[in-house]
């Protein structure tokens, strides 16, 4: 199974400045059909998950583009260009390359110092 | 828009069954894979099962594999997830999610809360 692993799994950030969170994976995510299954979920509190990133780099709909991915092969990143307090809340990578398992990571918690 | 509303949660005793739907609304649901992924109390998210979209193909978690079943009617827009030999551990709000083709999960349900009693 591939195990996918965050860091910081807490992060407390000033209101207006960035944010970046880490997701490695225990394996390469480059899918047999070339395409790399790699996605970020925001869960606000109360909340559902809500995709804001999927293969990578590619932002949903209506997602602010304050909202960044990037990576390749087994290392990953979301970035948050300036955190607003809707910001709040714990992120989720997950990885649909490899299956099954589907696999999350164990979420990191973003807060505002 | 898009809609996934589960339902069938509650609390049961332990070795008891219960049986969760996921009603799909405002898209195609029989050209869609479909998963069930659960979140217990302050924890993380947990992939549970998935179904292709016409239902010949399922996967599931090692921790629920020979215990829960899922299944889909294509033709009421419906998934469902047969668990039985339920366990403290299965404990969780269980959400069912979209997964279109070519992009991986996306939509998610409210979720439904599984209350297993020792």
């Known amino acids: 199974d591939v195990v996918m692993t965050q860091s910081p799994l807490s992060l407390p950030v000033t209101l207006g400045q960035p944010a970046s969170i880490s997701c490695r994976s225990s394996?390469?995510?480059?899918?047999?059909?070339?395409?790399?299954?790699l996605n970020w979920f925001q869960q606000r509190p109360g909340q559902s998950p809500r995709r804001l990133i999927y293969?990578?780099?590619n932002r949903e709909s209506g997602v602010p583009d304050r909202f960044s991915g990037s990576g390749s092969g087994t290392d990953f990143t979301l970035k948050i260009s300036r955190v607003e307090a809707e910001d709040v809340g714990v992120y989720y990578c997950m990885q649909g390359s490899l299956w099954p398992p589907w696999t999350f990571g164990q979420g990191t918690k973003v807060e505002i110092k | 828009e898009v809609q996934l509303v589960e339902s069938g949660g509650g609390l049961v005793q332990a070795g008891g069954s219960l049986r969760l739907s996921c009603a799909a609304s405002?898209?195609?649901?029989?050209?869609?894979?479909m998963h069930w992924v659960r979140q217990g109390p302050g924890k993380g998210l947990v992939w549970v099962s998935h179904i292709n979209s016409d239902g010949s193909s399922t996967s599931y978690a090692d921790s629920v594999k020979g215990r829960f079943t899922i299944s889909r009617d294509n033709a009421k827009n419906t998934l469902y997830l047969q668990m039985n030999s339920l366990r403290a551990e299965d404990t969780a709000l269980y959400f069912c999610a979209r997964d279109p083709p070519g992009s991986g999960i996306d939509q998610w349900g409210q979720g439904t809360l599984v209350t297993v009693s020792s």
């Open positions: 293969k990578v780099s």
């Open positions: 394996q390469s995510l480059v899918s047999s059909d070339g395409d790399t299954y």
């Open positions: 405002g898209f195609t649901f029989s050209s869609h894979w």
